[in-house]
């Protein structure tokens, strides 16, 4: 049922026609979105394009992505002329601007979630690249402007996404695309060690309690944890150095699916879902309203962490 992608020539074409260019990233932004955002922003930029780049505020690490200087306030963004979502997998994930994109006189939907709707007018989905930022490099190959910044950017994309050519979605251009991007001169042990092992003491803490209130069900195929808003200001941390812990508990012997809840308010629980082979926890999230990939997705809950833990125990019992 999945709707037919444009090429990306015609991708290119449609860009090249528009001089006012919005461009907009996942809410709470990973290393992929920031770094596909980021360098496909530097890129029409300095093709001479105006463009307005979209971004939530990140955590430290991603200081390593160049061009953050093109980052505006989505508040001062009301109407585009042509409006890019750039590693979203549906309008509910543009950072609540969803008016803009549908007023917008053009859209472009460029992603790679299995999950995507095809929400763009035009869209070029591939649920197989590694990355949005592996699928940046393909756009602007050979095409529009790169440079030491720009391949900085989409290698950490590429990194982040693939948790260091790791995951099932690393395929031989994967590589291909890295290895031109390091022709560059990048400083690429400074951008995987920023990305992948570096953190803040508070960030260190969080983990510590995660790891602490870490529980295995169902025979241990399932590892779950749950972070509160007070275990983060008790740690003098933030919700935006989270992102580690779900891959820890992934790597739990044995474990088929790992589960990290955290309070992002009093109203709403963000939840965290990771899948060994076999599992796809894409339909799992999508169940809540959430989606993503067939083994890395997410939901947010309306409900307390122990009322969300309940009902998706539910779902993942029917699973195992
Ligand atoms: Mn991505």
Not at 108 to 137: L, M, R
Request: with cysteine.
């Amino acid at each position: 049922m999945k709707e037919k992608n444009d090429s990306l020539e015609k991708i290119r074409e449609i860009i090249l026609a528009h001089e006012n260019i919005v461009i907009c990233g996942h809410t709470n932004p990973d290393g992929d979105a920031i770094g596909a955002n980021l360098a496909l922003a530097a890129s029409l930029h300095k093709m001479g394009k105006k463009v307005q780049v979209l971004l939530e505020p990140f955590g430290k690490k991603y200081a390593v992505i160049p061009n953050s200087h093109l980052i505006t306030e989505k508040e001062s963004v009301n109407k585009a002329e042509l409006f890019i979502a750039l590693d979203c997998g549906d309008m509910g994930r543009l950072q609540g601007i969803a008016e803009v994109f549908q007023n917008a006189s053009c859209t472009i939907n460029i992603d790679h979630h299995t999950s995507n709707s095809y929400f763009g007018e035009y869209n070029y989905v591939e649920e197989h690249a590694s990355s949005a930022s592996e699928i940046v490099f393909k756009l602007i190959k050979g095409h529009f402007p790169m440079d030491r910044d720009i391949a900085s950017a989409l290698y950490a994309g590429i990194i982040y996404d693939t948790g260091g050519f790791r995951h099932s979605s690393t395929a031989p251009f994967t590589m291909e695309a890295a290895g031109e991007l390091m022709g560059y001169d990048i400083p690429f042990t400074k951008i995987y060690n920023e990305l992948f092992d570096s953190r803040n003491f508070s960030e260190l803490k969080i983990m510590g309690r995660a790891f602490d209130k870490a529980e295995s069900h169902f025979d241990g195929k399932l590892i779950c944890s749950s972070i509160t808003m007070q275990d983060i200001a008790q740690c003098n941390g933030t919700n935006k150095e989270l992102d580690a812990i779900i891959n820890y508990l992934k790597g739990v012997n044995d474990t088929k699916i790992a589960c990290f809840f955290y309070e992002k308010n009093e109203m709403d629980v963000k939840a965290s879902f990771r899948g060994n082979d076999g599992y796809d926890v894409c339909a799992l999230a999508q169940k809540f309203g959430g989606g993503g990939h067939i083994k890395a997705a997410g939901c947010t809950i309306a409900a307390p962490i122990a009322k969300a833990k309940e009902m998706v125990f539910a779902e993942i019992e029917k699973m195992l």
